[in-house]
């Protein structure tokens, strides 16, 4: 187990979600609220030693919620550029860990986090988000893995060391992102699915 006191939380907001269009993907509504937050409310009660958003082009105030905002000046390079941030980040804190959650993931919960953070096993320690078939974050990262980390370039992001890390299963819709208007309209439909039924 790492504690999440010692852990730096890095939170993915730079993408330039071509995918989307000309709107920004993460101030878009969802449940009344922009769809970066929620991830962002689901996780403030967790006691994490420091938060950094690395940001581009979004409206949203980070900081406002309790993140140090670092900008990633060139994000059509890919996610690696984000994750050097946080990386770079998580060693001047001197933090044991780095927690990585994407700001298009808008069903994570504190309680999956905390499962990543029981299922570390030392410096060493890789642990992903799995739905059972696919590794992906949100997703734990040791300081012995670090300069690893910081070494991958274009969007692979550290894919190759969560395939071979430890993984967590939780349900498909934890892990939802969100990469298209399409994927934001059948998560609403999804929502309103589980209202009726309730």
């Known amino acids: 187990m790492i504690a999440a006191e010692s852990t730096l939380l890095v939170l993915l ?4 979600s071509l995918r989307f269009g000309d709107d920004d993907k993460l101030a878009m509504d969802f449940l009344a609220q922009p769809l970066a937050m929620h991830v962002v409310t689901a996780l403030e009660d967790v006691p994490f030693l420091d938060r950094v958003a ?7 105030d980070f900081a406002g919620r309790g ?24 060693q001047a804190a001197g933090a044991a860990a ?9 069903r994570v919960t504190s309680a999956h986090i905390l499962r990543l953070l029981n299922a570390a096993d030392g410096a060493d320690t890789v ?18 893995r670090f300069t690893e980390l910081a070494e ?14 430890i993984h967590i299963i939780t349900s498909p819709e934890e892990l939802i992102d969100i990469d ?12 309103d699915t589980d209202h009726v039924g309730r």
């Open 13 to 16: 907001a730079a993408g330039r």
């Open 54 to 60: 690395i940001t581009s082009a979004t409206v949203l």
């Open 67 to 90: 993140y140090r905002e670092i900008a990633n000046p060139a994000p059509e390079r890919g996610l690696s550029g984000s994750v050097k941030l946080g990386v770079a980040a998580a």
């Open 98 to 106: 780095m927690a990585i959650v994407l700001a298009d993931m808008p």
């Open 127 to 144: 642990v992903a988000s799995s739905d059972g078939h696919r590794p992906r974050p949100p997703a734990l990262f040791g300081a012995g």
């Open 152 to 165: 991958a370039v274009g969007d692979e992001g550290g894919r190759a060391m969560i395939r071979a890390g």
């Open 180 to 191: 298209t208007p399409d994927d934001l309209e059948r998560l609403r439909a999804m929502v």
